[in-house]
Structures are given as C-alpha cells and as structure tokens.
C-alpha cells in the first residue's frame, strides 16, 4: 500500500509539474515582431514575382525558347534586383495554414530559377562575368527572403541558394582574377548578412506561440521528438549549405591569387585583405589555416 501511495504521489506531481509548466509556457507572451522596413525587400521580391509566368520550366527550354521568356522576364528581374538593394524582412502570417504564404514562397522559387536561367543565357554569349552575377544575386536572393522568417522561409531560402552556388561554382573556372576578386567580394558581402540559424529558430518559437498559443505548447511537448527530428533534418541541410557556400568563396578567392601570383595560396590567411577581408574561422578548403 505504501508502494503504491508513493507512485501515486510521483504520478500526481509530475501531472502538476506539467500542468504548470505549460501554463507557465503559454502565459509567456511571444516577442513583438519587429517593425517591417519601408520600403521592404520582401515586399519587392513579391512584387516582382507576381510577373513571372507561373509554371515555366526554364531546364527544359530550347536556347530559343529560353531567350523569349527571359526577354519577358526582363522587368521582373530588373524588380527583384532592385529589391536586393533594399533592407528585407519576411511578412508573417499567424495562421496554420496560409495559402498567401505558400504561394509567396513559390515565387520565391520561380525568381531564384529564373536568376539561373539568365545566368545560363550569359554562358551563352560568352559572359562568364555576367552569368556569375546572375548566380550570384540568385544566392542573395536566398538570403533576402529568409530574413525575418520561420524554418519554411528557410527551407525554400536553402534551394534556391543551392541552385545559385551549384551554377557559380561551375562558372568559377572561366572568370579571371579580376573577375573572381570580384565577386569573392561581392559573395563574402553577402555571407555577411545572412540571417543566422539561431536567429530563424527565435523566429520560429515566436510564429508558433503567437499562432498556436495553448494548443500550440501542448502539442509541441506532446509531439516534441518528431519536432527535434524535423529541426534537426532542416538543420543539417541548412549548415551543409552554409558550408558549400563557404567554400566556394574561398575557392573563387584562392583562384584570384593563383590567377595573379601564378601559385596557389598556402593556407587562407594568405588571401587576406587582397582577396578576402577576413580569414575564415573555419578551414572549409584544402588550405590549411595558418600555422
């Protein structure tokens, strides 16, 4: 009897515990969101997408055909840079399901395929310098549009940087060294303002308690083991991506000082101030760091 007296007792407590913690967890009101900048970015993007024709497959176009619908899409790509020019913040909505959102985030796609596709066009002609920074604003869109927003802003952010990284590290061998100091430049600039991993999980906490608030913090301690493994397959994806992206700035840096001095670097340090502004914390080359 004792026994069970006690279990029973460890049984009501741990129910209490729960129970005040999750009133506890939903009491804590979610972060204000911050103001959005006037004139915002994400706002532009979106504008400028609205002008692509929906389903165009770019891959799959003869040469021909592909320079028709670029020449269509020409203000629509003339938007979308000017809005990489601007301060961008991603629009939240707080609701489970936003038809408004998803379809953002498809136009978001359809900029970053087309970016490539112009880049492509710029193979064609004999462009290396102009392809590459058509790849190049096709990863600042990546990261213009996940700025401000939740993992799925992140998620869709990821495959188009992907798409943009895989086309400029192709290119990288045709660029001369003026060429890749260039957009080195240009890219570490960028990496500069990427919105960081922690920042996006904050982000992702605030959507879901302002969206969810009870019913939200119940579930998540529920289903809490299915969510980490969500995060953890978007995390993995997103630092693997990072780490792609790195390398090649430090490739199209390492070809500029090789292109100059007629010898590869010996560790990254030495593409330092020249070639990059900052040594990279991590040795994500074969260049070893500086002893």
Known sequence: MAIGRILTGFVVLAV?????AIWFLSSQS???PPALPNPNGYETLLKA???????????????????GALTNAADALNEA????KQESRVILD???VSSQHIEALSGIKRLGQAFVAQGRVAEMDHQPRAG???YLDTIRLAHQSERGGTIIDSMVAVAVEALGCSALEKISAQLNADECREIAAALEAAETGRESIQTILIQEKAWARRTYGFKGVLTGLLTFKQLKA???RWLARTTAQ???TERLLIKLAARAYELEKGESPKNVSDLVPRYLKTARSEPLTQLPPKP
């Not at 209490?16 to 005040?20: E, F, N």
């Not at 609205?50 to 320079?67: F, I, V, W």
């Not at 840079?81 to 990489?84: Q, V």
């Open 242 to 244: 990072q780490v792609r």
């Open 81 to 84: 840079r000017n809005a990489l």
């Open 16 to 20: 209490a515990a729960l129970l005040v």
């Open 132 to 134: 590459a920074h058509a």
């Open 94 to 96: 707080y609701s489970p």
């Open 30 to 32: 979610a972060w204000p």
């Open 49 to 67: 997408a609205s002008m692509l024709e929906e389903g165009t497959d770019y891959t799959t176009m003869s040469d021909t055909a592909l320079r």
């Open 230 to 232: 969500g995060q953890q």
